[in-house]
């Protein structure tokens, strides 16, 4: 069974950095992309940034284009999310996702979600 | 402001069939698939169609996603406690090369 849980959330000053880690775990990680979505107190849903199953390919919403990385290790099943110069704005519940297929395209969707990492950045 | 635009709120009876739309343009919902995620409160979403009319294995066929033009819509039949939750829809826009949401849509069983 797929399985994802999300660690690396917490309290960040506004400017600070973080690292959130999604360990997966139930399907061959390197074989399908990943993804992070991530859902503002009481909002919705805001996909934030993906990788393909090798990790060759990233792709960023325009909101952390240049702030977030996305990188994963196919050796430990991992995905993570490096997120510098924080915001208020980027103040959410942080999602790892499952993706579709090997490659992260308009015919792309995400199967199997984690739990999610709360992040705040406040002073 | 969400890219793809839900009604905030739905309510049905138990038994009752509502239905929960999704309007995009041209270079969302009008070029590409369509999929339908639940959110229980508290809890992580999960998958309940996708491209645009396929149920993952699980889901039960009471639940039907539909597309035509730029919209798109879900229907629930047989409606349960059980189904009060946030639905979003989401689709790739072709302009921002990436996944958009709807705003989501909470649904009460009274």
């Known amino acids: 069974e797929e399985q994802l849980v999300e660690s690396g959330g917490g309290l960040v000053q506004p400017g600070g950095s973080l690292r959130l880690s999604c360990a997966a775990s139930?399907?061959?990680?390197?074989?399908?992309?990943m993804t992070w979505v991530r859902q503002a107190p009481g909002k919705g849903l805001e996909w934030v940034s993906a990788t393909s199953g090798s990790g060759g390919s990233t792709y960023y919403a325009d909101s952390v284009k240049g702030r977030f990385t996305i990188s994963r290790d196919n050796s430990k099943n991992t995905l993570y999310l490096q997120m510098n110069s924080l915001r208020a704005e980027d103040t959410a519940v942080y999602y790892c996702a499952k993706g579709s297929s090997y490659h992260y395209d308009s015919i792309a969707y995400f199967d199997y979600w984690g739990q999610g990492t709360l992040v705040t950045v406040s002073s | 402001q969400s890219v793809l635009t839900q009604p905030p709120s739905a309510s049905g009876t138990p038994g009752q069939r509502v239905t929960i739309s999704c309007s995009g343009s041209s270079s969302s919902i009008g070029n590409n698939y369509v999929y339908w995620y639940q959110q229980l409160p508290g809890t992580a979403p999960k998958l309940l169609i996708y491209r645009n009319n396929q149920r993952p294995s699980g889901v039960p066929d009471r639940l039907s996603g539909s597309k035509s033009g730029t919209s798109a819509s879900l229907a629930i039949s047989g409606l349960r406690s059980e189904d009060e939750a946030a639905y979003y829809c989401?689709?790739?826009?072709?302009?921002?090369?990436?996944?958009?949401f709807g705003g989501g849509t909470k649904l009460t069983v009274l």
């Open positions: 989401a689709a790739w826009d072709d302009s921002l090369s990436g996944p958009v």
């Open positions: 139930g399907f061959t990680f390197s074989s399908y992309a």
